[in-house]
């Protein structure tokens, strides 16, 4: 008996082993266990025992988008649903502002080209108290609602909805809905947390820092990034050259000089002896000069006259067009004319404009707009007050 229950056992274990090589292959039991979701409405305090955490990122990449290489914008959601809007991040306001659906296009026809807000149909709208917003000519009311951009959710940001938006240049040639400001607090006319500021506030991002790139590349209708809370060390080459915040309301810092090669042995230099203030301007492609300055490096790089006080030259010269240095934080930062030269289709054809144009600013105050900012990397570093400028890879 005990010598057939043997040969049974050897039986069985040699088919068993001829069996797992002919089908190559294990039966591997398989154990039903209970999903999350069964244990969380078990019990609620599941994911605490498993020691769950949700991480939110620190900083956000949103794109930029161009217009004519005058106007760099990014796309973003007000409200829930949301309503698409384009914004200009502008380093020289303090405030956000979009047209509000109040715009009358008949009185107001650039709000017919415009995406309009309209709080009653945003579930996540809150009413506050309507005060009047008047900033050069632009009139509206208060209001308060989320924004959305990338993967960043502000919510309860107040704003201004603009109803009337006057007949100037400044506006009416404006290709974006609206701006977002990012110059310093004390710009701010519609709250306390300004977007930046309150994204810092709700933890939205960890750092107090945002950089710029800009860029001239014409077979790509994106114009670059904006990176919220950080540094982008692809686009930077060398160091980056860090000066300080001279007057925390622009960000104000202190050029050196401002030369105009004519050619390889004679140069023309402003900002006399003890340098001059300038502030960085995200929102414009201009170089913003005193007045008395205008006609002169115009005249340099042999410009003429156009429109709006603005001045040409042709379009056939400008890769020959001098080199031009800005000295800043004793660093040459030189620009060429692909920079600041901005192509336009018009009617009657294609116009190089120059970028160099009366600044309207008071205290022989400049402005750096794109066309120097796409020349360059640039940081605006809130915590320590200072702004880094580095060179383009």
């Given at each position: ?16 082993t ?25 019990d ?8 769950i ?5 620190t ?5 930029l ?8 914008y ?28 109040l ?8 709000c ?15 009413s ?11 009139v509206?009311?208060l ?7 990338g993967h960043l ?12 938006i006057?007949?100037v ?5 404006m290709h ?11 710009l ?6 300004p977007f ?5 506030d ?26 919220l ?20 309301k ?12 004519v ?14 203030q ?7 492609n201009?170089?913003?000069v005193?007045?008395e300055?205008?006609?002169?490096i ?9 429109l709006?006080?603005?001045y ?11 080199k031009?240095?800005?000295n ?27 970028a ?19 020349s ?5 570093d809130l915590e ?10």
């Amino acid at each position: 008996m005990m010598y057939r229950l043997m040969l049974l056992v050897i039986f069985y274990n040699v088919f068993c082993t001829i069996a797992q090589v002919e089908t190559n292959g294990y039966r591997i039991p398989l154990v039903r266990r209970k999903s999350p979701l069964h244990m969380l409405i078990k019990d609620p305090d599941y994911t605490r025992k498993l020691n769950i955490q949700k991480t939110h990122p620190t900083n956000e990449n949103i794109t930029l988008f161009k217009y004519l290489d005058s106007e760099y914008y990014a796309k973003i959601l007000v409200g829930k649903p949301g309503q698409t809007f384009t914004v200009i991040f502008d380093t020289t306001w303090g405030d956000m502002w979009i047209p509000s659906k109040l715009c009358s296009k008949k009185i107001y026809p650039i709000c017919d080209k415009k995406n309009l807000y309209d709080p009653d149909v945003s579930s996540s709208h809150k009413s506050i108290d309507p005060a009047p917003f008047n900033v050069d000519g632009l009139v509206g009311n208060l209001t308060c609602d989320t924004v959305v951009m990338g993967h960043l959710n502000v919510s309860d940001l107040i704003f201004a909805a603009i109803s009337k938006i006057p007949s100037v240049p400044q506006y009416q040639m404006m290709h974006a809905d609206g701006i977002i400001g990012l110059g310093y607090l004390t710009l701010a006319r519609t709250t306390t947390q300004p977007f930046f500021y309150k994204l810092l506030d709700d933890k939205k991002i960890l750092k107090p820092i945002f950089s710029v790139y800009m860029n001239r590349d014409k077979t790509t209708s994106k114009g670059g990034i904006i990176f919220l809370g950080g540094i982008e060390t692809k686009h930077i080459k060398g160091e980056i050259t860090y000066v300080p915040v001279s007057l925390k309301k622009y960000w104000q810092i202190e050029m050196n000089q401002f030369s105009v090669h004519v050619n390889k042995t004679n140069s023309k230099s402003f900002c006399g002896d003890h340098g001059c203030q300038v502030i960085l301007d995200t929102s414009s492609n201009a170089i913003g000069v005193p007045n008395e300055y205008v006609l002169a490096i115009n005249n340099l790089i042999s410009a003429t006259e156009y429109l709006y006080n603005r001045y040409e030259v042709p379009c056939s010269r400008v890769n020959k067009l001098p080199k031009i240095t800005l000295n800043i934080g004793s660093r040459d930062f030189n620009i060429s004319g692909r920079h600041y030269i901005q192509q336009m289709e018009t009617e009657n054809g294609t116009v190089c404009i120059t970028a160099f144009c009366d600044s309207l600013l008071p205290d022989g105050l400049w402005s750096l707009g794109g066309g120097f900012l796409s020349s360059v990397y640039t940081t605006f570093d809130l915590e320590n007050n200072r702004v880094g400028i580095a060179d383009l890879k």
